[in-house]
């Protein structure tokens, strides 16, 4: 009897020593890490937006041209050099051959840093941050960029307190989210939040919004907006 007893006590050893990493992850608050554009906050109506104020801008300046050539004219050396680049006015000056650009340049980019006092994170941003932080997850951002421009957009969206970190890259890759601790990525690329972060053993959560909305991935979880991100309990642990 003392030899069946022991052998089960063996046997309960093992099964704990097997289990542990799973009994630990089981009862640990998730590292959440956010993407800003288009998950945080509507970046996809917001660029839009200024850079149609842009171009009307450079119109009431005294350029002689209709504002939807020129929307189109930046849109396409946006597509070309990318929206991080700093010369979009510029270039789009040289292509029109204007001799001293100077004054159109200046009107768009006012207009343009005019239009962000108007942004705003998405309705339910602030309160799922703070139900996640009043539970006790670490929330964290994780985002591609000039740091100080993704730095500028969380001060201005009034959400940059939430945070207990912040880390930026120039440009996504599997090396940038292998650096992170695992967790749980929330994005809305199905390519540079996605992909890569499921590569590196991260849980993945896809918000369906902006401008990759139709694009499929391969996301543990997809949701139309944050608020759902607290109904998916693998992620979210209410105390």
């Not at 104020?53 to 450079?58: F, G, I, K």
């Not at 396409?76 to 340049?105: Q, S």
């Not at 307190?161 to 880390?167: I, N, P």
């Not at 997809?222 to 979210?236: A, D, M, P, V």
Request: positive net charge; glycine residues 4%.
């Amino acid at each position: 009897m003392k030899k069946f007893i022991n052998r089960w006590v063996f046997a309960g050893f093992l099964w704990i020593e097997k289990n542990l990493n799973w009994l630990i992850e089981k009862n640990t608050m998730a590292k959440i890490y956010f993407d800003i554009d288009d998950t945080i906050f509507p970046s996809t109506e917001f660029a839009e937006l200024a850079r149609r104020n842009s171009v009307r801008a450079m119109v009431e300046m005294g350029l002689d041209e209709e504002p939807e050539k020129l929307y189109s004219m930046l849109m396409e050396i946006v597509e070309r050099r990318g929206p991080n680049y700093t010369e979009h006015f510029d270039e789009l000056c040289r292509r029109l051959k204007i001799k001293k650009p100077a004054k159109y340049v200046a009107a768009a980019v006012a207009a343009y840093h005019d239009t962000k006092t108007s942004i705003m994170p998405y309705p339910e941003v602030p309160s799922v941050l703070l139900k996640l932080r009043e539970s006790g997850h670490e929330i964290y951002v994780a985002s591609e960029g000039d740091e100080k421009k993704q730095w500028d957009k969380l001060i201005r969206l009034g959400v940059q307190w939430f945070f207990h970190g912040v880390f930026v890259t120039r440009r996504k890759s599997l090396g940038f989210f292998k650096e992170l601790d695992r967790g749980v990525v929330v994005g809305d690329h199905p390519i540079r939040d996605i992909e890569y972060a499921r590569h590196a053993s991260h849980t993945t959560v896809r918000v369906l919004r902006g401008k990759h909305l139709k694009e499929p991935s391969d996301a543990d979880y997809e949701i139309k907006n944050l608020r759902e991100l607290l109904t998916i309990k693998n992620i979210f642990v209410e105390k």
